[in-house]
Nanobody, 125 residues
Framework: QVQLVESGGGLVQAGGSLRLSCAAS????????MGWFRQAPGKEREFVAA??????????DYADSLKGRFTISGDNAKNAVYLQMNSLRPEDTAVYYC????????????????WGQGTQVTVSS
């Protein structure tokens, strides 16, 4: 089992920045990737970014619409992942979730086994 706890959300003005954190504990050895998702009211949960760990390197994946504004990072011990969000827009307002997956290179939320409870990000205009 893996336990995930997000933090760092809050209220920010448009154009501002936030850094989200996700602390992981438990059997993280089974984690091959961790991702960030977000869900706005009335909308489906969408993929934001993922970090994939392997013996040959670390790979990063981003939703096309967010690449360049958002940056995912983490440590090789899989104890924490982060999401740096810059140039925030009101449409970025959502609950942001971190999740862990038992395989690499996945974007679908259905591929992730464990989830945090989410942290609210609100961007005012």
């Amino acid at each position: 089992q893996v336990q995930l706890v997000e933090s760092g959300g809050g209220l920010v003005q448009a154009g501002g920045s936030l850094r989200l954190s996700c602390a992981a504990s438990g059997r993280t050895s089974s984690t091959y990737a961790m991702g960030w998702f977000r869900q706005a009211p009335g909308k489906e949960r969408e993929f934001v970014a993922a970090i994939n760990w392997s013996a040959v390197g670390t790979y990063y994946d981003y939703a096309d619409s967010l690449k360049g504004r958002f940056t995912i990072s983490g440590d090789n011990a899989k104890n924490a992942v982060y999401l740096q969000m810059n140039s925030l827009r009101p449409e970025d307002t959502a609950v942001y979730y971190c999740a862990s997956a038992p395989r690499w290179l996945v974007r679908s939320s259905r591929e992730y086994d464990y989830w945090g409870q989410g942290t609210q990000v609100t961007v005012s205009s």
